[in-house]
């Protein structure tokens, strides 16, 4: 079948600190993979995407790599904020563009200290 | 209205009541989905709608639990005889289906439900 799994959390880092947050995937077909984010009192949103082995995902310093050869998307950001304190949840999608739906992994909360 | 609506935002029932939870999904958009989102299991995808299509219905935990949509556009998740184990917040997301789409999500802000 079709899973994600995440590294559990919570993960909790100094400001400043590296951010690695690990995403393996099991797929039935070639999937789109996704980071989608849900900030405290808000609804998931996406963070970043990549469609295709090898692509590279960013957004707001955060970056994702697709492979396919280690069936993994890891999560990484250079130097968290305070304001990254979230929870984060890795996801895939067989035929997204035909309306497929996700499949998410379990979330992983990070929390960022001053 | 600019983004997924739901409603209500909170609701407390007894066990053995059934429930209805309501989502008004962004305008224009086409697929409307639900999740739930329990405490240490993820987000759990329920049911999903699509034009005219016949719902996926393989994620709906049992038969207490169905969903439609009306005029596709509103959505409406109801849970008959709620179970303790029903506990959960219920998000719903709309896409758009077509050329030049992101496969992006938009998720309401979630129903959270607790049955006593």
């Known amino acids: 079948g079709n899973s994600v799994t995440q590294m559990e959390g919570p993960v909790t880092l100094s400001e400043e600190a590296f951010l690695t947050i690990n995403c393996t995937y099991t797929a039935t077909g070639y999937p789109s993979l996704f980071w989608y984010v849900q900030y405290p009192g808000e609804g998931l949103q996406l963070l970043l995407k990549?469609?295709?082995?090898?692509d590279k995902g960013s957004n707001k310093g955060f970056e994702a790599t697709y492979r396919k050869e280690t069936t993994s998307f890891h999560l990484e950001k250079g130097s968290v904020q305070v304001s990254d304190s979230a929870v984060y949840f890795c996801?895939?999608?067989?035929?997204?563009?035909?309306?497929?739906?996700?499949?998410f992994g379990q979330g992983t909360e990070l929390s960022v200290k001053p | 209205g600019a983004g997924v609506s739901q409603s209500p935002s909170n609701k407390v029932t007894e066990k053995g009541k059934d429930v209805e939870l309501r989502c008004d999904p962004i305008s224009g958009h086409t697929a409307l989905y639900w999740y739930r989102q329990s405490l240490g299991q993820g987000l759990e995808f329920l049911i999903y709608?699509?034009?005219?299509?016949?719902?996926?219905k393989s994620g709906l935990p049992s038969d207490r639990f169905s969903a439609e949509r009306t005029g596709g556009s509103v959505s409406t998740l109801t849970i008959q005889r709620t179970q303790q184990e029903d506990s959960a917040v219920y998000l719903c997301a709309s896409s758009f289906i077509g050329t030049g789409i992101t496969g992006e999500l938009f998720f309401g802000e979630g129903s959270r439900l607790t049955v006593l």
């Open positions: 990549a469609t295709k082995a090898d």
């Open positions: 996801a895939l999608s067989l035929f997204y563009n035909q309306g497929g739906k996700l499949i």
């Open positions: 709608f699509q034009g005219n299509s016949a719902p996926d």
